[in-house]
T-cell receptor, first 113, second 114 residues
Framework: AQSVTQLGSHVSVSEGALVLLRCNYS??????LFWYVQYPNQGLQLLLK??????LVKGINGFEAEFKKSETSFHLTKPSAHMSDAAEYFC???????????FGAGTRLFVKA | KAGVTQTPRYLIKTRGQQVTLSCSPI?????VSWYQQTPGQGLQFLFE???????NKGNFPGRFSGRQFSNSRSEMNVSTLELGDSALYLC?????????????FGPGTRLLVL
């Protein structure tokens, strides 16, 4: 069965520092992978998605993620954190040919001034 | 283009009542999925509809049901509400039901069961 593990329910960084949010998935074949962001009292917004076209995926707001098949990982990074990046981030997986999107537990990102 | 809209945004019900939530997808989108979000269980898939047909259902009791209309608008219904049904219910739409399709989420309906 597909599953997604996000390491760290809370991550705190200083403004201007590197953001690294970790995501590992379990799947027998590479699935489609997504990162979403959720601001308080809002729905989820897609940051980026991996659909096997390229292993390094660039998304919105300066975020990017690298698909590493050997590590079954899809970590999200941003070179320089901004206060507006404070939110909850969800990694999600959808098997090729599948219907159901499976979400990780989420990582809340805090950005310190 | 207008985004996904959900009504109502907030709702308070008492145990035993039933509730109907509505979702209007982005114009042209034919697939609608529903999720329940709670602090304890996170985001859990409820069901997905495409062209008025339920394609997949999550692991929820039969009290949870849904439907999709010919204009792609969708409703979900929860009967005999329990305290544990208190959650944020999110609807997402996509152009088709393909696995690679981007889902666009609405702001959610926050349900509180007393």
């Amino acid at each position: 069965a597909q599953s997604v593990t996000q390491l760290g329910s809370h991550v705190s960084v200083s403004e201007g520092a590197l953001v690294l949010l970790r995501c590992n998935y379990s799947s027998s074949v590479p699935p489609y992978l997504f990162w979403y962001v959720q601001y308080p009292n809002q729905g989820l917004q897609l940051l980026l998605k991996y659909t096997s076209a390229a292993t390094l995926v660039k998304g919105i707001n300066g975020f990017e993620a690298e698909f590493k098949k050997s590590e079954t990982s899809f970590h999200l990074t941003k070179p320089s954190a901004h206060m507006s990046d404070a939110a909850e981030y969800f990694c999600a997986v959808k098997p090729t040919g599948g219907f159901k999107t499976i979400f990780g537990a989420g990582t809340r990102l805090f950005v310190k001034a | 283009k207008a985004g996904v809209t959900q009504t109502p945004r907030y709702l308070i019900k008492t145990r035993g009542q039933q509730v109907t939530l509505s979702c209007s997808p982005i114009s042209g989108h034919r697939s609608v999925s529903w999720y329940q979000q709670t602090p304890g269980q996170g985001l859990q898939f409820l069901f997905e509809y495409f062209s008025e047909t339920q394609r997949n259902k999550g692991n929820f009791p039969g009290r949870f049901s849904g439907r999709q209309f010919s204009n792609s608008r969708s409703e979900m219904n929860v009967s005999t509400l329990e305290l544990g049904d208190s959650a944020l219910y999110l609807c997402a739409s996509s152009l088709t039901a393909g696995a690679e399709e981007t889902q666009y989420f609405g702001p959610g309906t926050r349900l509180l069961v007393l």
